[in-house]
């Protein structure tokens, strides 16, 4: 008893590590997704190429996931206020406060876009990649991604930006990918699902035939 009950614990540490990773690993292409389809460059291909479960994995794309995405397609640029808005907006729809949250994201955003405009020099000016890096756990509570929740971010972007244009691979293209990506799959998903309540409803008729 001694001995089995340490190679038992030792099986349960393991499935929980491997259990953790599948779900990191899950959120790590989910992220790669989002960055990718920006561009237009993976979104067809993709959708070609991959079978119903690794779509499914894809699915419910957070806006804390889409916000990390962000890090990929322009984190290396510096922070500004139409960034800081954006983020904002996204922090809201996520956690349901109206209210900026102490030592949250968007704080540390809003902190940052002040801090480089008074910045002359690029190099000394905080970039988006150092906000959003890990933006997930940051965040007190997530969800997944909307198309009202694009809307809103969208918008807080344009309303922010001096040109009133969003930024390509920015905060709002970001969360606007993971929208059109997260509503592809739960029609994929639904479509799916009505075909195999179909096959199901028929199967009897057709053990009737035989």
């Known amino acids: ?19 953790q990773e599948d779900v990191q690993g899950s959120s790590v292409a989910r992220k ?3 960055a990718d389809s920006i561009g237009g460059q993976a979104l067809d291909k993709d959708r070609k190429q991959l079978s119903p479960e690794s779509v499914s994995g894809r ?16 984190g290396h640029r510096p922070v500004d206020y139409s960034d800081a808005a954006a983020i904002q ?18 704080a540390a955003a809003q902190s940052a876009a002040t801090r480089n405009a008074r910045l002359t020099k690029e190099e000394e000016k905080t970039k988006l ?12 509570s997530d969800k997944p991604v909307t198309r009202k929740d694009a809307e809103g971010v969208i918008g807080a972007e344009l309303r922010n930006d001096p040109n ?23 029609t994929s998903n639904t479509t799916n699902g009505t075909k195999n309540n179909d096959k199901n409803s028929t199967s009897p008729m057709k053990q009737k035939l035989n």
């Open 129 to 140: 990649a150092e906000i959003l890096a890990e933006a997930s756990s940051k965040l007190p």
């Open 164 to 186: 009133l244009c969003t930024r390509p691979g920015g905060v709002a293209a970001s969360i606007a990918a993971a929208a059109r990506l997260n509503q592809t799959n739960s």
């Open 59 to 74: 699915a419910n794309i957070t806006i804390g996931e889409a916000l990390e995405a962000t890090v990929v397609t322009a």
């Open 89 to 106: 907006a996204a922090e809201v729809r996520a956690t349901g406060r109206t209210n900026i949250i102490p030592g949250g994201v968007a």
């Open 32 to 34: 790669q997704f989002v």
């Open 1 to 19: 008893m001694s001995q089995e009950q340490p190679r038992r614990e030792e099986a349960e540490q393991e499935n929980e590590s491997a259990k």
